[in-house]
């Protein structure tokens, strides 16, 4: 995203980062829509939140519709486009439900062979355990990591919208969508890996900028999150040979702050903000 690219010229040419973080948002009901995720090596990350009282009519200002133009995306509607303009800030994918067509809790998991899908853009597909999704209690309502459901988008009539921010573990979207025929803006970043910390930020940076263009308010944040463990040796091989001086200095411009070990220091593992491959 914009906010990686940021800190990358940053780190090359040694200046002063300064980033717009979001803040934690005031919550104004305690209402959530449980969380269940079972399959955690596809999706060690979920995050999610409920809004009430949104005013899905609401226009885009035209900072917002003009950014995204400029970056070749299409403007929709205010919640829809708040979510695209978060992906091209934090480089983070999000999708946006209306909450009133959702039945029970959210679950992420394998299809199951045979399961069909209605997608955003009105294609059919069918699927097979290759495939993740996002389900309710009742039937599938997204393919993650690639795109949402027709039947529980966000329209202009939605009042009560469901925020989802997820990390996909790049193995679990991989080719499925060129499977499809298909390629997404979401497929084509989680393919590649996204930083694991960016969905909790990126669900608190579209509250701010939903609350403050189409009014409503705020839950908790859901999460459910699993942890990864690597052998030592593992990560010694990712976290590179021992960084000093300006080197070191680098890598904290880059998020990455160094960790003094007796004589030598060392990055730490995972610098947020940049994606896996790019460490």
């Known amino acids: 995203g914009m906010h990686g690219l940021a800190r990358e010229v940053s780190a090359q040419f040694g200046s002063c980062l300064r980033l717009n973080e979001p803040q934690a948002t005031v919550c104004a009901h305690a209402d959530v829509i449980p969380v269940q ?3 955690p090596a596809d999706c060690p990350r979920f995050c999610g939140r409920l809004l009430h009282g949104v005013d899905a009519k609401a226009k885009s200002p035209r900072w917002l519709s003009d950014r995204l133009r400029r970056a070749g995306v299409r403007p929709i509607s205010a919640v829809v486009d708040i979510t695209s303009y ?6 983070q994918p999000m999708h946006a439900y209306d909450a009133a067509t959702l039945q029970g809790a959210i679950c992420v998991r394998r299809a199951t062979p045979g399961e069909s899908l209605t997608l955003l853009d009105e294609r059919a597909v069918t699927l097979d355990p290759e495939f993740l999704v996002i389900a309710d209690a009742q039937r599938a309502i997204g393919l993650a990591g690639i795109m949402g459901g027709h039947a529980t988008r966000v329209t202009l009539d939605s009042r009560d919208v469901y925020l989802e921010a997820a990390h996909f573990a790049p193995a679990s979207i991989s080719g499925r969508a060129r499977k499809l025929g298909m390629h997404t803006d979401a497929s084509h970043r989680f393919e590649r890996g996204v930083d694991p910390q960016l969905p ?4 608190e940076r579209a509250t701010e900028l939903i609350l403050q263009i189409a009014g409503g308010e705020a839950g908790p944040i859901s999460e459910a999150q699993s ?4 052998a030592p040796g593992r ?3 990712l976290g590179g040979p021992p960084r000093a001086g300006a080197r070191c200095a680098r890598h904290r411009r880059l998020g990455a702050p160094c960790l003094q070990l007796g004589e ?12 896996a491959r790019d460490r």
């Open 37 to 39: 995720v079972d399959a």
């Open 86 to 91: 978060v992906m091209l800030e934090l480089g």
């Open 227 to 230: 942890a990864a463990r690597l």
């Open 264 to 275: 030598r220091s060392r990055a730490r593992l995972d610098p947020g903000g940049r994606r």
């Open 235 to 237: 990560r010694r091989r």
């Open 200 to 203: 909790r930020m990126a669900i």
